[in-house]
């Protein structure tokens, strides 16, 4: 079994920043695929960044250049820092865990990420 806790969610005006966290309990932290995915109400969840083991990242187009994941594994979190947000950023953010060619798949329950002035 395995948890993962975000934080670091919140109220942010546009132009500002946000770091979310996303804490992972249980073993082999290091053998997942991690990732960011948000859902904007009436929308579907989307792919946001993720990080595989090796430590190669990928971005969805409309955060490119905005945010960046990241990985320690020393504490089993990964991060997601985000830079010039955006109204359009606003959604709830979900941590994910994958371990490759297993089906393995966990979900956090989400931090609420609001951009408005």
């Known amino acids: 079994q395995v948890q993962l806790v975000e934080s670091g969610g919140g109220l942010v005006q546009p132009g500002g920043s946000l770091r979310l966290s996303c804490a992972a309990s249980?073993?082999?932290?290091?053998?997942?695929?991690m990732g960011w995915y948000r859902q904007a109400p009436g929308k579907q969840r989307e792919l946001v960044a993720h990080?595989?083991?090796?430590?190669?990242?990928n971005y969805g187009d409309s955060v490119k250049g905005r945010f960046t994941i990241s990985r320690d594994t020393a504490k089993n979190t990964v991060y997601l820092q985000m830079n010039s947000l955006k109204p359009e950023d606003t959604a709830v953010y979900y941590c994910n865990a994958k371990i490759p060619n297993s089906g393995y798949d966990y979900w956090g329950q989400g931090t609420q990420v609001t951009v408005s002035s």
């Open positions: 249980g073993s082999f932290f290091s053998v997942f695929v």
């Open positions: 990080i595989t083991p090796g430590g190669s990242r």
